[in-house]
């Protein structure tokens, strides 16, 4: 899988997580590919539109050269036209690492609960595709 799609992938993946993290599907049994919720609102849902904004700004975050490996990176979540520079610079900053893992964690915006909600599902559908859990 080439950077540019690592890269996009886990951008929409930490927004849809962060976002819907104790969403449950319709009748409430969880659905096994999750469908995004907020595309045409908080980002694009045409692919090329979100493919042309995610490009550039990656394009625009400039990042000075990191001695070690990353080991992690915090990023905004909010809409891309308040935060998706900002969340560039952070995901640039580990683009061509390789992790064996990726957790996310975030709020709930959609439910209030004690404790913890953890997405058992296959994946999450997006405009670029599907990212599978």
Request: charged content about 20%; aromatic content about 10%; some cysteine.
């Amino acid at each position: 899988m080439n950077t540019f799609i690592k890269t996009t992938s886990c951008i929409i993946l930490v927004v849809f997580l962060i976002l819907s993290i104790s969403e449950k599907g319709r009748g409430g049994e969880m659905d096994t590919i999750r469908e995004p919720i907020i595309a045409g609102t908080w980002y694009p849902a045409d692919p090329a539109r979100l493919r042309a904004d995610i490009e550039e700004y990656l394009a625009g975050a400039r990042v000075d050269a990191i001695a070690g490996k990353v080991m992690g990176v915090i990023s905004p979540h909010a809409g891309y036209v308040y935060s998706g520079q900002v969340a560039a610079h952070a995901y640039k900053a580990a683009q061509g690492s390789e992790f064996d893992a990726v957790i996310l964690i975030g709020p709930s915006h959609r439910a209030s609960f004690r404790g913890a909600s953890i997405y058992n599902g296959e994946g999450y559908k997006t405009p670029l595709g599907i990212i599978p859990v």
